[in-house]
């Protein structure tokens, strides 16, 4: 069974910070691009940032530029995404996906996915 597994969510002040982290079993992530996405309640779900296989390229979305920072430990199984400077805005379910592909693919676009975790819940709040 193919699964992946987030975690580090939780309550933070505005200003503060949270890494989250995202787990692969069943798979390596080698071979797979990896998308950060968030969820607010009433809203869409939306692609935060995301990176390639080999971790040459990120993109992010402009909400979260300069304050987030995405990056993977291939050997292992691990993406993270260091959130900085965090705001109320920020507050939603955030997922990690996966994407077959090698090379520059990156991909912050849902349904194009393969693989979701459940989501970890961040709370912004004073």
């Known amino acids: 069974q193919l699964q992946l597994v987030e975690s580090g969510g939780g309550l933070v002040q505005p200003g503060g910070s949270l890494r989250l982290s995202c787990v692969a079993s069943?798979?390596?992530?080698?071979?797979?691009?990896i998308g950060w996405f968030r969820q607010a309640p009433g809203k869409e779900r939306e692609g935060v940032s995301c990176?390639?296989?080999?971790?040459?390229?990120?993109n992010y979305a402009d909400s979260v530029k300069g304050r987030f920072i995405i990056s993977r430990d291939n050997a292992k199984n691990m993406v993270y995404l260091q959130m900085n400077s965090l705001k109320p805005e920020d507050t939603a379910v955030y997922y990690c996906?996966?994407?077959?592909?090698?090379?520059?693919?990156?991909?912050?676009?849902?349904?194009?996915?393969?693989?979701w975790g459940k989501g970890t819940l961040v709370t912004v709040s004073s």
């Open positions: 990176i390639s296989s080999s971790g040459g390229r990120t």
């Open positions: 996906a996966a994407i077959r592909g090698r090379g520059a693919l990156c991909v912050m676009t849902p349904y194009d996915m393969d693989y």
């Open positions: 069943g798979f390596t992530l080698d071979y797979y691009a």
